[in-house]
């Protein structure tokens, strides 16, 4: 059963799973990324780490992303 999040026209604290403020300011993190970040100066960097020392903890925490939680 859902938790009504307003209570006579006043906002809820509490906003639970699904909480719309953290939603918000997630997109609005990521298109402001997106609007700033240098993406081929990234993906160069990326390719030098997957590529140098820490290429191979790179490549196992990739898998291990893959994979899923632990069950």
Same mark, same amino acid.
């Given at each position: 059963?859902?938790? $009504?999040?307003?209570? @006579? /026209? @006043? *906002?809820?604290?509490?906003? /639970?799973e %699904?909480?719309?403020?953290?939603?918000? *300011?997630? $997109?609005? /993190?990521?298109? *402001?990324?997106?609007?700033?970040? $240098?993406?081929?100066?990234?993906? @160069? !960097?990326? +390719? @030098?780490?997957?590529? %140098? &020392?820490? %290429? /191979?903890?790179?490549? +196992?925490?990739?898998?291990?992303? *893959? +994979? %899923? &939680?632990? !069950?």
């Amino acid at each position: 059963m859902a938790q $009504n999040t307003q209570t @006579k /026209g @006043k *906002k809820s604290a509490l906003e /639970g799973e %699904g909480s719309y403020s953290a939603t918000r *300011k997630y $997109n609005e /993190g990521l298109a *402001k990324h997106q609007k700033q970040a $240098n993406v081929d100066e990234l993906a @160069k !960097r990326a +390719r @030098k780490a997957v590529e %140098g &020392p820490e %290429g /191979g903890e790179l490549r +196992r925490a990739e898998a291990q992303g *893959k +994979r %899923g &939680p632990r !069950r």
